[in-house]
């Protein structure tokens, strides 16, 4: 028995433990940075008081869209970001969407033909991921990787997009458009990127505020990333009625919230050069406007974002593999019935009780596994692959 035991101690001590998944919340923890470039509804969502500093922004912007409190910030134009944290890793479970942003797209057809391009109000944001590889809870050293979505191969999408937004002169004189009454200063914010284009953001009557971030103390803004192609269209041929037309998938703020092709996949993830990034899983994500547009009475394309959900919570993050060489997933956890395995190397699995006795041993193959622990009492035992070992609760 003491034998026994002692083996179980050393299996507690090389073992990899998590918390049970009612600990953990789906929902963002915490807006670690907000930084919208210009545009019509910044210093509104949220909103801009006198005396607001960055991080008195961030904060509102956490209080607006974490905890599943679904109030709407606005990203502004082309680059605008924000940053979230959440209080767990959102585990990247192989061949299925991870998790969920919320945004406020929907389609002008709710009833759209089957072979009809579905647009309405589409804004489609860039998404980013971080795992956060020095487990200090912070995105610091950690590598960002963009989530390669629908648009991603195409050669209308540009790769370092750069762009600069310059705050309007204290001294500045409003343009008013000679034609379109909406428009009142088409000189408003002006920019200019890395592709030699200069050219400006107009203001238009129905956001009289200022559309440069108020609390940024420097006179410009640059952001730098991938560049969607133009996604609006002037149905009307006279500016009065433009759409704005979704992507297939893969990005934030470009189909409804329903729609499951709003949701997003940590295995769509690829560094810098393309490849893909084989994450454990993400512990933070960056999200950008991917349009540099401006349409009309519309104003320029701006994304929001109103919260984000791990759609696995369950899911355990049981084998982080730094090699890449073997990944593992193990889900849901409580189990109720089946433990699901994920692996790409076929190999053992076992099941002990707490006391050190085996309860299965099995072989697993690559792809989906499903241990049958029905017949197992409710309680906590450990699962043995390789030489880890995870903790899986039954319920
Ligand atoms: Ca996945
Ligand atoms: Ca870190
Ligand atoms: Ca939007």
New binding site residues.
Partial sequence: MKKAILSFLCLMGSGTFFSPATAQSPYIAKVVEFRPAPGQFVNELPEYESGDTEETMRAKAEEYIAHNNKNMISLGGYGGYVVVAFDHTIVDVPGVCDFKIS???FYADANPRPDAPLGG?C?PGIVMVAYDRNRNGQPDDDEWYEIAGSEYEKKETLKNYSITYHRPAPDHVATPHPDNKFLNDTTYIRWNDNRGITSYMPRNTFHAQSYYPEWIKDDSLMFTGTRLADNGIDESGNGTYFVLYAYGFGYA?NRPNADTLSHIDIGWAVDSEGNPAHLPGADFIKVYTGVNQYNGWLGEC???ILGMEDLHIDAVMSDIHENKQHVCNLYPNPVKTHLIVESNEACLIEILSLAGNRILQKKIEVGTNRIDMSGCPVGIYLAKIGNKSYKIIKN
């Fill in positions: 945004g406020n797209a109000s804004e703020d701006s994304t929001e």
